[in-house]
């Protein structure tokens, strides 16, 4: 497992010892457009519930946003913030959750963060350096995230020599300006973005090689459910890409990750919790199998 300079972090009231704990994230798009439902959660309601389903289904973490990654017009800061604050504020006064918001604009990311957001979650990798004094000054948390192209725009066909050792120097760079930037370096995340400016076989050897993107110690997020490398892979839509969402998150996790940012829950749920059992951080919920002089036939009670 890779050494983190920081293991436990506190977020608010929450304190998460990445030592000995994967948080699991869960997805909150207040967008019509959203790249894998499609506008389910767009209306405050549906989002705010989807949110707070999430947290009683064992997500650690919800992260919410209000603009796809993906190529296409900008919005301005004043609409995106109307979508994504409102959402904050509510889970916030219900719950002590971790709540990141998904952005990339300071503006936005001030407005989260008055409305309750424990961290900004940039996929641009501070392309913005405005967005640094927001977060410093603010004492919340940073995600790092790699990837290439100008906030939604294209970024024809990508090439790397070698992708994970390209996308480990880009985030060592970046940490040291965040840090440069007045940002406390236990409060950076990484994220090596999973098909950000990547394709298949890129995201793929990062999957494989993930413990390269963790050695640089700082607690490393796994953004891969129902992601296009996983459909090209296992050759399905968007709906049926549950099982490959899950199998490469526990890869992730096995490699070094120790935030998963998924879509189905109570799925992504037990699948991080058998994890951390497997590496000794969380006992079984009951004890019974081969535990007695006799072992009871499968299906007793």
Not at 9 to 17: E, L, T, Y
Request: with cysteine; hydrophobic share 50%; aromatic share 6%.
């Amino acid at each position: 497992m890779p050494v983190l300079r920081h293991p436990v972090h506190a977020f608010g009231s929450r304190q998460i010892d990445f030592s000995r704990q994967v948080a699991l994230m869960a997805i909150i798009n207040r967008t019509p457009d959203s790249f894998y439902d499609g506008g389910r959660t767009f209306a405050l309601d549906a989002a705010v519930g989807a949110a707070l389903q999430a947290v009683d289904d064992g997500a650690d973490w919800v992260d919410v946003g209000g603009v796809p990654f993906a190529p296409g017009p900008a919005l301005p800061a004043a609409e995106e913030a109307e979508r994504i604050v409102p959402v904050i504020e509510a889970v916030r006064a219900a719950s002590d959750v971790v709540i990141s918001a998904d952005t990339y604009l300071p503006e936005v990311a001030a407005a989260a963060i008055k409305a309750g957001a424990n961290v900004i979650n940039d996929t641009t990798g501070l392309q913005d350096k405005d967005m640094a004094a927001v977060v410093a000054d603010a004492g919340v948390h940073l995600v790092i995230t790699h990837s290439l192209a100008a906030p939604r725009t294209v970024y024809p066909r990508p090439q790397y020599q070698d992708v994970v050792k390209e996308v480990a120097h880009f985030l060592r760079r970046k940490v040291d300006l965040a840090v440069e930037l007045g940002i406390p370096a236990e409060k950076i995340i990484i994220d090596p973005g999973h098909d950000l400016n990547k394709n298949t076989l890129h995201s793929l050897e990062i999957t494989r090689r993930f413990a390269e993107i963790a050695a640089l110690g700082f607690p490393a997020l796994a953004a891969v459910s129902n992601k296009d490398f996983i459909g090209e892979t296992l050759n399905q839509p968007k709906q049926d890409r549950l099982a490959g969402s899950l199998a490469a998150a526990v890869m992730c996790i096995m490699n070094g990750a120790r935030i998963v940012r998924m879509h189905s829950i109570p799925e992504s749920s037990s699948a991080v919790r058998l994890a951390e059992a497997a590496l000794g951080w969380r006992l079984p919920a009951y004890l019974k199998h081969n535990m007695g002089e006799i072992n009871e036939p499968a299906g007793q009670a």
